[in-house]
């Protein structure tokens, strides 16, 4: 696999409590923020286990999270995103997990997680 260069990175935040508004805070910010980038691809990094006491409520409040933005980037595409936890986009690709994530740290340790998903997005060799 070729090195990558980040060209940009962003993080969207919101300060609701509750999920969906939450989701909706994201969506809108997302919204705001998708005239001034120039893609022709996306690729949302999905949950796996959480890392925190209550499981079923963080993975609630992700999935709202990735929900509302799959749909903005659906609508803004026109077209699928991919989407995927990092063992699925290393089979994607075609080389081991621990590889792909050695590669995304190496482009960004802080954004790792959104690296290894564009990653995904290369032909596999």
């Known amino acids: 696999m070729e090195a990558p260069d980040l060209v940009g990175e962003f993080t969207l935040r919101t300060n609701a409590s509750e999920s969906s508004e939450q989701a909706v805070d ?34 609630f409040s992700r999935a709202h999270a990735e929900g509302a933005v799959l749909f903005v980037l659906r609508e803004h595409l026109g077209k699928p995103v991919r989407i995927g936890d990092p063992q699925a986009f290393a089979t994607a690709v075609g080389i081991k997990k621990v590889d792909l994530v050695a590669a995304a740290n190496a482009v960004s340790k802080k954004q790792a997680d959104a690296v290894i998903a564009a990653l995904s997005g290369l032909p596999p060799n």
């Open 26 to 59: 994201l969506a809108r910010l997302l919204l705001a923020k998708l005239p001034a980038l120039d893609f022709d691809e996306a690729v949302i990094r999905t949950a796996g286990a959480s890392p925190v006491g209550n499981r079923y409520k963080a993975q």
